[in-house]
Structure formats: structure tokens, C-alpha cells
């Protein structure tokens, strides 16, 4: 009987195992599908993400990966701009939403699980209308999110929580909306050195030094509208094209 039981926990221990190295291998095949980048990569790497998550469990790499997947693949939805994007938008941000939150619960001293709640809300915003989501009681959320990033590692994903905190102060519909704390988080991230690398960046001060105007401010707005014109992507370049045409 005693002999049973042994190789009974040995047996259990084995399957265990095997799950453990079969889940694992999941994660690194999203993994790869997701560094290989782009709209169907994306697409096809959230369900062996979410698959890991189901059989890993609380698994910290897999639930803040799996929401990143979630609004990414909503982030390329929204710049196509094609058929029901909006939807798209509205669902795979919710998803990111409850993925990151799950994360966060888990390892709440960790950036990802922030950061990427953060711009999950950003992608269901994009997909239900801004005043919805402030309607969902989305602001705090996303502002405490940002903030938590920001003060764990502000430098996370080349300055992301700089840039992601210069962008939400300056989306958020009057009077919520302000310049002044906008401005100074696109000078930081200027100041930081991320601003030459990012077309994203580029355009979003951009738009920001337009709206507060004055000669210096729309100057500085054409330089890095001009650099951002030059972008790989369709979507940043076509952008600045359009600001471009705004300042003449």
C-alpha cells in the first residue's frame, strides 16, 4: 500500500511537472510570435498567452504578457482603421484591462502590470468614446496606474510611463486636462534622451506645444513634426502630415 502511494506522488509529480514545461513552452512560442511583431502576429500570439495563463495559473510573465498582447492588437486595429475597429478596440482593451489587473495583484512592486493597464484603458477608450470610460470610473484608475509605473520605473519601455503620463494629461476632456503637468512630462521625456527615437512622441508633444500656441511653440512643433513625417509607420507619418498641414 505504502509502495501505491509513493509511486502514485511520484506519478502526480511527473504530470506536474510536465504541465509546468509544456505550459512554459507555450509562453515562449507567444513570445516568439509577439517579438516577430505586427497585426497577425499579435492576433496569434493571444491565444497560446492566454492558454499559458490557464494553465500556469497565476503566473506573473504570462498575465502582464497577455494583456500587452491584448492592447497591442488593438493599438494596430485602431491604426488600420478598418471595418469594426472600434469594437475590436473596445474588446481587446478590456481584456488588457483584466489581464494587468490580475497581474498587479500579483506582483504589485512590478511595472508591467501598471503599464499596461494603463494603456489597455487608453485602447477601450479609443473603442467606447473617452467620456464612457471617464464615465466607467476610468480616470483614477488609469492616473494612479500611470503614476505607480512612473515611480516604480520611469524609464520602463524606453520612458513609456513619461510619455504615457504627458499623453493622458493632455487627452482628458476640460477641465480635467492639463497643459502644464502634460508639458512638463513631454520635456522629461525629451530631456531623458527618448524623444529622438519615437515618432509616437514626437507627435503627441507636437500636437500638445500646438495647442498651447505662440510662435516658439509652433516652431519647435514643426521640427519634430518634420522628423516624425519621415516615419516607417503609415500611421505617425500620415499624422504629422496632417498637424503639418494644421500649421500652415
Given amino acids: 500500500m505504502r509502495k501505491f502511494l509513493g509511486w502514485g506522488l511520484i506519478l502526480a509529480l511527473v504530470l506536474f511537472s510536465n504541465g509546468v514545461v509544456m505550459a512554459a513552452s507555450v509562453l515562449s512560442e507567444a513570445d516568439a510570435l509577439y517579438d516577430a511583431g505586427g497585426l497577425e502576429n499579435y492576433l496569434a500570439a493571444i491565444p497560446l498567452y492566454e492558454k499559458a495563463v490557464a494553465e500556469l495559473g497565476d503566473q506573473y510573465d504570462a498575465l502582464w504578457k497577455c494583456a500587452r498582447a491584448h492592447r497591442d492588437y488593438g493599438n494596430k486595429i485602431k491604426q488600420r482603421g478598418q471595418g469594426d475597429w472600434e469594437d475590436m ?25 501598471y503599464y499596461y493597464y494603463g494603456l489597455s484603458v487608453g485602447i ?74 519615437s515618432d509616437e512622441g ?13 510662435k516658439d511653440n509652433e516652431a519647435e512643433a514643426r521640427t519634430m513634426l518634420k522628423a516624425a513625417e519621415q516615419s516607417s509607420e503609415r500611421y505617425f507619418a500620415d499624422w504629422a502630415k496632417r498637424l503639418l498641414d494644421d500649421l500652415d
Wanted: charged share 25%.
Fill in 124 to 197: 477601450y477608450s479609443d473603442g467606447v468614446s473617452i467620456l464612457t470610460a471617464l464615465s466607467e470610473g476610468l480616470k483614477n484608475k488609469t492616473q494612479d496606474s500611470f503614476e505607480a509605473a512612473y515611480k516604480i520605473d520611469k524609464t520602463y519601455n524606453k520612458g513609456g510611463p513619461i510619455l504615457s503620463l504627458g499623453r493622458f494629461w493632455t487627452v482628458l476632456p476640460w477641465p480635467m486636462s492639463d497643459e502644464d503637468k502634460a508639458l512638463a512630462y513631454f520635456r522629461e521625456y525629451q530631456s531623458g534622451g527618448f524623444l529622438d527615437g
Fill in 202 to 214: 514626437r507627435i503627441y508633444m507636437a500636437e500638445l506645444l500646438m495647442d498651447i500656441g505662440g
Fill in 89 to 113: 478596440c473596445a474588446k481587446h482593451g478590456k481584456a488588457g484591462m483584466q489581464f494587468a489587473e490580475r497581474a498587479i495583484a500579483l506582483e504589485p512592486e512590478k511595472v508591467e502590470g
